[in-house]
């Protein structure tokens, strides 16, 4: 028997309450670190995907076709969308144990807090959200650096009016505080990036 367990199991002889209690402590101690972590890790990984996203919008604005900005934009959104599923991970394996149950669960209690309505349908919104993110990062990648600018407009522009809506709802409807200042602020540089993308796009197409 090695000299560490020999200890701890007469630890545990002597004083079998006190032994019960350390260890009790300690697995809390350990749970508690480890969800400081995981919250950590939740919460950055979303602001992280924002700001990339962000950033890529504003360099999208200012590219005005040059295929090296385009590609720096492509690696921007390709970041938050990495994000966002490392988002998604985080939250399932630290707060919901791998529940869709538990996070529809706390989808609708949120929902509830802030619209009076106990529903939890947000969470497929999400869902929808990271799917159809990586299926646009994947089809860039795939399509050629220069293949964005050529997608129908439509199409460009409802995606993007759904992820800066989302984004909103994220950083503005769902948040108090600093953090809602921080998501206003966010979401109007978004709405002027998208407006300029816009008129640089109208101004092409009249000349």
């Given at each position: 028997m090695q000299w560490s367990k020999w200890l701890t199991w007469k630890a545990g002889r002597r004083h079998p309450n006190r032994y019960h209690r350390d260890n009790s402590l300690h697995s809390f101690q350990c749970d508690d670190r480890k969800m400081n972590s995981g919250d950590i890790l939740t919460r950055s990984t979303v602001w992280i995907s924002i700001v990339a996203y962000a950033a890529g919008c504003v360099v999208f604005a200012i590219a005005r076709g040059r295929a090296d900005l385009d590609r720096w934009v492509r690696g921007a959104w390709t970041t938050g969308c990495a994000a966002l599923l490392a988002h998604f991970i985080s939250a399932f394996h630290f707060?919901?144990?791998?529940?869709?149950?538990?996070?529809?669960?706390?989808?609708?209690?949120?929902?509830?807090?802030?619209?009076?309505?106990?529903?939890?349908?947000?969470?497929?919104?999400?869902?929808?959200?990271?799917s159809l993110w990586l299926a646009d990062v994947t089809w860039w990648w795939f399509a050629g650096?220069?293949?964005?600018?050529?997608?129908?407009?439509?199409?460009?522009?409802?995606?993007?009016?759904?992820?800066?809506?989302?984004?909103?709802?994220?950083?503005?409807?769902?948040?108090?505080?600093p953090t809602r200042w921080i998501g206003l602020l966010l979401c109007l540089i978004l709405c002027l990036s998208w407006l300029a993308i816009s008129r640089a796009r109208s101004l092409s197409i009249a000349q």
């Open positions: 707060f919901h144990a791998w529940s869709h149950a538990s996070a529809y669960s706390d989808t609708a209690r949120q929902t509830a807090a802030v619209f009076g309505i106990n529903w939890g349908g947000g969470l497929f919104i999400n869902y929808a959200v990271a650096v220069n293949s964005y600018r050529r997608r129908p407009w439509l199409l460009t522009l409802l995606w993007h009016s759904f992820l800066i809506f989302i984004i909103f709802n994220a950083t503005v409807v769902f948040k108090d505080g």
